[in-house]
């Protein structure tokens, strides 16, 4: 990476701060090369169990201020290139940095360790103990997450495992109608829905990825099997649980088939409607406590990602103004927060035949949208959004609120419907009374919905101009990276090049004003880069005085067009 490249990399790290694969140190003259081959362990096992491309560990920073302070670790020739092989000889397996990064900044050296995910199957140890991080803190590889990395070269899938003495009466036949008429309207476009009902239920069944060849799996069992059939699916219990908690308590327990059980759940559910007072209103917005559609979608989702090896059954906790979900098996690929934007696809799952089934009869999607649903349409409901809560070894829970925190969050989502997905997240934080990062409360603070000092923020009680808050609030947000990348192609295209000067002038004032100088900076050098690597522009110039063009073939198209703007599609 250049120069600029480290340099958005560096500020996008600070931004993001400490977690599981990010670490910053001051990283003075004497420190611990013993240390740092525990973070090498600890990062590299976190990056393979979030499926992160690369960990890193950052020298020259001040871990409470987040200030650059500079560091002085190991500045003589030929010294880093050292502690590489010192890494590897004391790691198990052997590995090393893939990179270790220096960057001269007005403050002082920074050093950006980037550390490669263990490989599948393999957790490295250092000098023969294995490391992990709980949060921002360094500790020992738990059993849960050793197991979860060495099972990674197990390639078995418990729920493709055929089931012999299976039979095709194993099967519910309600369930069997359900799951013809849920497949016929996913590919409506593709058969008629007759013809999906007249299939033989063999044909139907290997054309629903629940059966191999003609043989039963126990994905087959789950989805559709019998109450009979559970015994078949020995040890695992093959069970749902709803547990009420409160002044009443009750539970019940569902079984096969979990196609059918999973609405018999929810209907066990108490969904009352909510009253909801907007600001100076005397009219209330009625709400129901739980949208069935976010229920379902959590409910598939433990299904789906259940560890059906360590033959635990799925709980749903009703208290009097929350859902609990508990599932075994740790977050598979990536974190929650990763699929909040709805962009990121997942490439494996725990599984993948199960998955892949429920994804044939629309009980789920496979890419990765879920996730971004549930929380758009809790925002849109003005309750507070789910929570998940990965503490416990080898489990997931999931929080879905059934009433309101603080009243004053449910209002401002009243007024203002176009909040963008990042600031409700950030207000719901606030009501929660969980930190956010700096530049949100400045983004929020300037629009005018939050209040308070650090850290005792909250959310504002009334906005007195909507109009004028509406207006900052676009103002202060800022817009997407696809409108700046188009000014900067449209730019060029009409007058063919620009210098760095040109494109801060084009920019400058259309950025965030939640951004200070040196973030703005920041942000116009992440653009460049990002169209550069995309090969739609490219540097005619040098590194100090770049002269940006269009990449040729965006130029051929350009001249095409006889001048004026482009329009990219």
Not at 77 to 101: C, N, V, W, Y
Request: hydrophobic share 40%; proline share 5%.
């Amino acid at each position: 990476m250049d120069e600029q490249a480290l340099t958005e990399l560096l500020h996008s790290l600070i931004e993001r701060w400490e977690s599981e694969v990010v670490e910053f140190k001051r990283g003075g003259k004497g420190f611990s090369t013993s240390d740092l081959g525990k973070y090498l362990s600890a990062l590299a096992n976190e990056a393979n169990l979030r499926a992160c491309e690369s960990a890193w560990l950052v020298f020259g920073i001040d871990d409470k201020t987040r200030r650059i302070l500079g560091s002085e670790y190991r500045q003589a020739s030929g010294e880093l290139d050292k502690l590489k092989m010192q890494i590897a000889d004391g790691t198990e397996p052997s590995i090393t940095f893939r990179d270790i990064h220096e960057l001269q900044t007005p403050e002082g050296r920074v050093l950006l360790f980037e550390i490669p995910p263990a490989p599948m199957g393999m957790p490295i140890a250092w000098h023969g103990h294995y490391y992990a991080r709980a949060g921002e803190s360094l500790t020992s590889l738990g059993l849960d997450k050793l197991d979860t990395i060495r099972r990674q070269t197990d390639t078995t899938d418990w729920s493709v495992q055929l089931v012999p003495d299976a039979t095709l009466d194993h099967l519910d036949p309600e369930a069997v109608a359900k799951a013809r008429e849920s497949f016929a309207k996913k590919y409506a476009n593709r058969f008629e829905p007759g013809e999906v009902m007249g299939w033989p239920l063999a044909t139907f069944l290997d054309r629903a990825k629940l059966t191999l060849d003609g043989k039963m799996t126990r994905a087959a069992l789950l989805l559709l099997g019998k109450a009979a059939a559970v015994p078949l699916l020995s040890p695992h219990p093959a069970q749902l649980t709803w547990k009420l908690e409160g002044a009443e308590r009750a539970y019940q327990h569902f079984g096969p088939p979990f196609l059918l059980a999973t609405t018999q759940l929810y209907q066990r559910i108490r969904n009352i409607q909510l009253r909801l007072l907007p600001q100076d209103e005397l009219v209330p917005i009625e709400v129901s406590k739980y949208d069935q559609k976010i229920v379902l979608e959590a409910l598939h989702n433990c299904i789906a990602h259940q560890d059906y090896s360590r033959n635990a059954r799925v709980v749903v906790i009703e208290q009097s103004d929350r859902l609990v979900f508990d599932n075994e098996g740790s977050f598979f690929e990536g974190e929650p927060g990763d699929y909040l934007e709805g962009h990121r696809v997942p490439k494996r799952y725990r599984n993948p035949f199960l998955t892949q089934a429920m994804a044939e009869l629309n009980m789920i999607d496979t890419m990765g949208y879920g996730i971004h649903d549930m929380y758009s349409r809790q925002a849109r409901r003005y309750l507070p959004l789910p929570d998940y809560d990965l503490s416990k070894p080898g489990a997931v829970r999931l929080t879905v609120h059934g009433g309101v925190v603080d009243s004053a969050y449910s209002r401002l989502l009243i007024q203002q419907t176009d909040l963008a997905l990042v600031d409700v997240l950030a207000l719901d934080r606030i009501q929660k009374q969980l930190p956010i990062a700096d530049d949100a409360v400045t983004r929020l603070r300037r629009a005018g919905l939050i209040e308070g000092r650090k850290p005792n923020y909250h959310v504002s009680a009334s906005v007195a101009d909507a109009t004028a808050t509406k207006a900052q609030y676009i103002h202060t947000r800022g817009q997407d990276d696809a409108f700046y990348a188009k000014l900067v192609t449209d730019y060029l295209a009409k007058f063919g090049s620009a210098n760095r000067r040109e494109i801060d002038t084009l920019l400058w004032d259309k950025l965030s004003d939640a951004l200070d100088e040196q973030k703005k900076k920041a942000k116009v050098g992440n653009i460049l880069t990002k169209l550069r690597r995309a090969g739609r522009i490219r540097n005619a110039g040098s590194r100090s005085a770049p002269e940006w063009r269009l990449a040729e073939a965006d130029a051929e198209r350009s001249a095409e067009r006889n001048g004026g703007f482009a329009e990219r599609n």
